[in-house]
């Protein structure tokens, strides 16, 4: 083992599956108002979406490029035509 936990610790409360076929991945944000109420309020507090806080965990699994694109996209800086291959 490498000393870092598996992505499904550090990913919560960002769930991951698969459909039944497999084609692709989804991600999800789902709060869990109990478990992560002091990490919710220190992120509205600091207005820091949980992407970001989570963006060393999300570029492990997924890169850069995918980072990157969730950001633009986040942030409204995209057109549609930006990530077409």
Same mark, same amino acid.
């Given at each position: 083992?490498?000393?870092?936990? =598996? &992505?499904?610790? @550090?990913? /919560? =409360? @960002?769930?991951?599956?698969?459909?039944?076929?497999? &084609?692709?991945?989804?991600?999800?944000?789902?709060? #869990?108002?109990?478990?992560?109420?002091?990490?919710?309020?220190?992120?509205?507090?600091?207005? @820091? =979406?949980?992407?970001?806080?989570?963006?060393? =965990? @999300?570029? #492990?699994?997924?890169?850069?490029? /995918?980072?990157?694109a969730l950001d633009?996209?986040?942030?409204?800086?995209?057109?549609?035509?930006?990530?077409?291959?």
């Open positions: 083992m490498n000393g870092r936990n =598996p &992505s499904v610790v @550090i990913f /919560f =409360p @960002i769930t991951v599956g698969k459909p039944k076929d497999k &084609s692709y991945e989804r991600v999800n944000y789902e709060p #869990r108002v109990t478990l992560c109420r002091t990490a919710c309020s220190l992120g509205e507090e600091m207005k @820091i =979406p949980v992407y970001q806080f989570l963006k060393e =965990p @999300i570029i #492990r699994k997924y890169g850069e490029a /995918f980072y990157e633009t996209i986040a942030k409204g800086e995209w057109e549609e035509t930006d990530f077409k291959e």
